[in-house]
């Protein structure tokens, strides 16, 4: 058959016995579309939904799950509020800051509606532990920014047969899909019939590393939780077997087919992720090995007058934000075309930093590659020299 042109599903969930005169109040506006209606709405009152993170694509989709009578919400999260997460993360406030994210949420969610159940897991979800939390659930939603977890959160709902809606953001640009190996009429397909691989370590920023438009979050995380109405309601056309990409700069919706891959190995136990996606490249890895110092270190070197070219690799805009007395700026970009290696000066130990260390690692490979043997890193990057050295530095 032609894949996935017109796929429609049976209902996730069974309806509720009951609504109560409460609920019928508050859903009302649900109740009197014909697609949905009370049997539908019921179906949303039994549904158990999973939501991986309560961060900018949790945090959007928390609310409207919950404000559409989801019976029961799962929010696995072990993160606490921060002042930088309040640009996305609409879940939280001004006074959540320091807070459990995971209690600030559920705060949130029973204050929009005093109905649902919260069940709060306030854990890092591992290979151990997310078979068996999944199989408590009908439905997983993962937003998660990192691609150990992302492959963890699919591999997991594949041994638990379990369906969920994925989403990601960068800067202006967001992408959504439903994954569900166990789909009926042999329209399965998993996460790794999109992504088969990870991409290459340090290739793909992270939004900490890149940045995301706050606002994009509502944006996908909409998406996601429509998704997940769909499928436990079964109306409507889920993106199973579709990705869907969102260019918010030219305000542009498409969506691109995608089909079972024969190649792809059948999923029969959980791995190591952080292992299988890496941090960083082997290469970088193993020049960091033993040229990786220490911001304490570091400022020895400094005060000691030794020659060195302390040298900047991240991007001009976070330049702007901060940066280390005394430091020269040279992306990292500029290093991989080689156009930088003819600025670095023989006579001086070049010595890197990123924000967090990830980057200027990559980097060091290609330093030393080109042989300068004496390079070195700085540990944690400009994160770890603020919060030892300069505390009161401004962060991003």
């Known amino acids: 058959m032609s894949a996935n042109l017109d796929v429609s599903l049976p209902p996730l969930v069974e309806p509720a016995a009951e609504l109560t005169r409460e609920e019928v109040t508050r859903y009302s506006r649900h109740l009197i579309i014909p697609d949905v209606g009370v049997i539908g709405q019921k179906r949303l009152k039994n549904a158990k939904v999973l939501v991986i993170g309560a961060g900018g694509l949790g945090s959007p989709t928390l609310l409207y799950l919950a404000a559409a009578g989801v019976g029961t919400i799962g929010i696995v999260e072990f993160d606490v509020v921060d002042e930088s997460n309040l640009q996305r993360q609409i879940i939280h406030g001004q006074s959540d800051i320091g807070k459990s994210k995971a209690q600030s949420a559920k705060e949130s969610v029973l204050e929009i509606n005093p109905l649902v159940t919260v069940n709060l897991h306030e854990f890092r979800l591992e290979p151990d532990n997310a078979v068996e939390l999944f199989s408590q659930y009908d439905l997983i939603l993962d937003g998660t920014d990192n691609f150990a977890t992302r492959y963890l959160v699919n591999d997991a709902a594949v041994l638990a047969g379990k369906p969920y809606v994925w989403g990601s953001i960068y800067r202006f640009e967001g992408q959504v899909s439903v994954f569900w190996e166990d789909a009926p009429d042999g329209l399965g397909l998993n996460y790794r019939d999109l992504y088969p691989e990870p991409p290459p370590p340090g290739m793909v920023p992270s939004c900490a590393e890149g940045g995301v438009l706050g606002i994009l979050c509502a944006s996908i995380a909409s998406v996601m939780g429509t998704e997940a109405i769909k499928l436990i309601t079964g109306i409507g056309e889920p993106l199973l077997g579709r990705l869907m990409v969102y260019d918010a700069l030219e305000m542009s919706y498409r969506t691109i087919r995608i089909r079972k891959d024969p190649a792809t190995p059948k999923i029969t136990e959980?791995?190591?992720?952080?292992?299988?996606?890496?941090?960083?490249?082997?290469?970088?890895?193993?020049?960091?090995?033993?040229?990786?110092?220490?911001?304490?270190?570091?400022?020895?070197?400094?005060?000691?007058?030794k020659p060195l070219a302390l040298i900047d690799v991240r991007e001009p805009v976070e330049w702007d934000i901060n940066h280390i007395e005394g430091a020269e700026l040279i992306p990292k970009p500029s290093f991989e075309s080689g156009d930088a290696l003819a600025k670095l000066a023989v006579d001086r130990t070049p010595v890197l930093y990123c924000k967090?260390?990830?980057?200027?690692?990559?980097?060091?490979?290609?330093?030393?590659?080109?042989?300068?043997?004496?390079?070195?890193?700085?540990?944690?990057?400009?994160?770890?020299?603020?919060?030892?050295?300069?505390?009161?530095?401004v962060m991003y």
């Open 270 to 305: 959980l791995i190591d992720y952080e292992a299988f996606c890496g941090v960083v490249s082997d290469e970088a890895a193993a020049a960091a090995a033993d040229s990786t110092i220490t911001p304490g270190e570091l400022k020895e070197l400094i005060d000691s007058g």
């Open 356 to 393: 967090t260390g990830i980057r200027s690692a990559e980097v060091l490979a290609i330093v030393k590659k080109a042989g300068f043997s004496d390079a070195m890193h700085l540990q944690g990057g400009i994160v770890a020299w603020a919060k030892q050295l300069e505390p009161d530095m």
